[in-house]
């Protein structure tokens, strides 16, 4: 059998900004993005026919919409593979919370297939076909934490102080599309180019998802009272930064009960890429 498991690692945009909006909708944006030790755990077990199969915490979303099966497809296509694969999801981060777990997934089923294929793909190459599924997929790809321009997916590398973090997931949905379709979001925060100092800079998401969701204004409060609280993405994930572990875990052991959450350290590479590069397969190519 030829199987291994990778994580999903969980993003958090330590500062978004939105410069302005294409003419195909897109938003030109500036974000920092920085992982988290923390997300879904995937097992990947090659096949012998080019099925893929999604099996596992997969909910309600029907197999050709879950981003996994998804990215498998893409890939497939791409290199005309004549393998399939078993892929096993254990659900661990919040959906459509703004840690980007559907993109992370995306991208370590791309990860892996390479390397279970034998697809022998440049992360570059990985990273084009990647965006086509999300705007959030290359960083995941790159795997590295990176200040990020254009839609997401240009990326310069940055090396960041490890940090521990307390995310809380407010009881209430934020939809990305909801937010950058709004009249009211804010678009015309100027290029820092290059000038960015993530503490002083903020979420240029976070005033317009305050108004229309009351439980992330709440969080956002509630947080302020252990350090300065933002949130990530289009929310509604909401995050406190600490140097170290028992901070955090002090912030989670507070948390009202109708919010979830969790803690977490940063980390300037991704996880998935640590485990992909421990990974050696055999030769001898075994199916299951
Ligand atoms: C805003 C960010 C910041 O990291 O995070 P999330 O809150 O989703 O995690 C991302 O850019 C989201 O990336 P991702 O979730 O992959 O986006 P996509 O699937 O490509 O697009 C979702 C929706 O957001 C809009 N969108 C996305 C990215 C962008 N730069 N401009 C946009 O206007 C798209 O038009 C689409 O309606
Ligand atoms: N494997 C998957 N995991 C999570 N969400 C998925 C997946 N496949 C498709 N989706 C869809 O993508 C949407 C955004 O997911 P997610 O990446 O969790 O949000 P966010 O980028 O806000 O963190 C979900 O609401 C869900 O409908």
Known sequence: MTSFSLLAPAKL?????????REDGYHELETLFTFLNYGDQLTFTLTETTAIEVTGDTFAIPLKDNLIYKAAVLLQ?????????????????PMGGGVGGGSSDAASTLLALN????????????????????????VFINGKSALAQGIGEKLVDVELPQKWYCVVHP???????????????????????GNWQQHTLGN???????????????????????APSKMTGTGSCCFVEFATQKEAQHVLENLPDSWDGF??????????????????????????
Request: overall charge positive; hydrophobic content about 40%.
């Open 77 to 93: 296509k791409h290199c005309n593979s004549v393998f399939g694969a078993k892929i096993n999801l254990t659900k661990i981060l």
């Open 13 to 21: 945009n330590l500062f978004l900004h939105i410069n302005g909006r």
């Open 115 to 138: 390397k279970l294929w034998r697809c022998q793909l440049s992360l570059q190459e990985l990273a084009q076909l990647g965006v086509q599924l999300g705007a959030d997929v290359p």
């Open 204 to 226: 240029d998401c976070e005033p317009l998802v305050k108004k229309l969701c009351p439980e992330v204004e709440k969080t956002l409060q509630w947080l302020l009272k252990y």
């Open 171 to 193: 009881s209430e949905h934020v939809s990305t599309a909801k937010i950058f379709t709004h009249p009211d979001l804010k678009r015309d925060t100027p290029k820092l180019n």
């Open 263 to 288: 803690i977490a350290s940063s980390v300037n590479i991704s996880p998935a890429h640590t485990q992909l590069n421990a990974i050696h397969l055999s030769n001898e190519v075994t199916y299951k």
